[in-house]
């Protein structure tokens, strides 16, 4: 069989089409599908659970003092409060103390970090970052505006 661009075994089958080939390209069509949706879940985005104060850093669970320490005061506070059963967590679980409605103060504390960085939001519930949030690119404040016209 020369010049019929297979190369062929003994018995006379191309090489591609042996068993021991088909099996085998069997088993890469399985790992393929097998590792696709893991991929596919590593390349989701992912949520920021903390973000940087120059080299410090702030994440879910700092306190309302540890923040000021770290970024200084925010650019903007809402202050709220909200009625809810008191509760403590265990095990990922929350645990309801009593049926009665307690007030819990909210602060939503927003950073602007200036023009080419992205602003954050953070949720205080009692005192203690629960959320933080990134929104959209932050703006110059009055003060810096007034800077760079002189």
């Known amino acids: ?34 590792c696709l949706p893991l991929t596919l879940l590593a390349a989701a985005p992912a949520q920021a659970d903390g973000f940087r104060c120059g080299t410090r850093l702030v994440v879910e669970g700092s306190t309302r003092g540890e923040v000021l320490a770290r970024c200084g005061e925010p650019t903007d506070v809402e202050r709220r409060s909200i009625l809810r059963r008191p509760m403590f967590w265990r095990h990922g679980r929350p645990y309801y103390l009593s049926h009665e409605l307690v007030e819990v103060p909210l602060e939503f504390w927003t950073y602007n970090l ?17 959320e933080i949030e990134t929104l959209g690119y932050g703006y110059r404040s009055g003060t810096q505006a007034q800077n760079s016209r002189r």
């Open 1 to 34: 069989m020369i010049g019929s661009g297979h190369r062929r075994d003994p018995a006379g089958m191309p090489w591609i089409e042996h068993p021991f080939f088909r099996r085998r390209r069997a088993a890469w069509a399985v790992a393929l599908l097998l």
């Open 114 to 130: 200036g023009t080419h960085k992205l602003m954050r939001r953070l949720r205080l519930e009692d005192g203690i970052v629960v």
